[in-house]
């Protein structure tokens, strides 16, 4: 079966960087939308970003001017670079895609901000 695998996570310091990536094993037709979710100890999971197959973009209003999420089509690949980290981006962030009905998601990847 298909699977999404996620990998650019780890720790860094407020005001740091971290760049994420998420592509399917296995061979798959393109993914329509694709995107970045996260939760929190104990919170909801809440989007991040989306990206459709043309490239239309969609931003939570929290990581807008500070996150930028991108895809390369022919590698089935997402991307999200995150620029100017604060504690409270502190998640596990999980990449989802779909392809007609169904969804797909990825196992998460830990993200942590130190202060």
């Known amino acids: 079966q298909v699977q999404l695998v996620e990998s650019g996570g780890g720790l860094v310091q407020a005001g740091g960087s971290l760049r994420l990536s998420c592509a399917p094993s296995?061979?798959?037709?393109?993914?329509?939308?694709m995107g970045w979710y996260r939760q929190a100890p104990g919170k909801q999971r809440d989007l991040v970003a989306v990206?459709?197959?043309?490239?239309?973009?969609n931003y939570a209003d929290s990581v807008k001017g500070r996150f930028t999420i991108s895809r390369d089509n022919a590698k089935n690949t997402v991307y999200l670079e995150m620029n100017s980290l604060q504690p409270e981006d502190t998640a596990v962030y999980y990449c989802?895609?779909?392809?007609?009905?169904?969804?797909?998601w990825g196992q998460g990847t830990q993200v942590t901000v130190s202060s």
């Open positions: 989802r895609a779909d392809q007609f009905t169904t969804l797909y």
């Open positions: 296995g061979h798959i037709f393109l993914f329509n939308s």
């Open positions: 990206i459709s197959a043309s490239g239309v973009t």
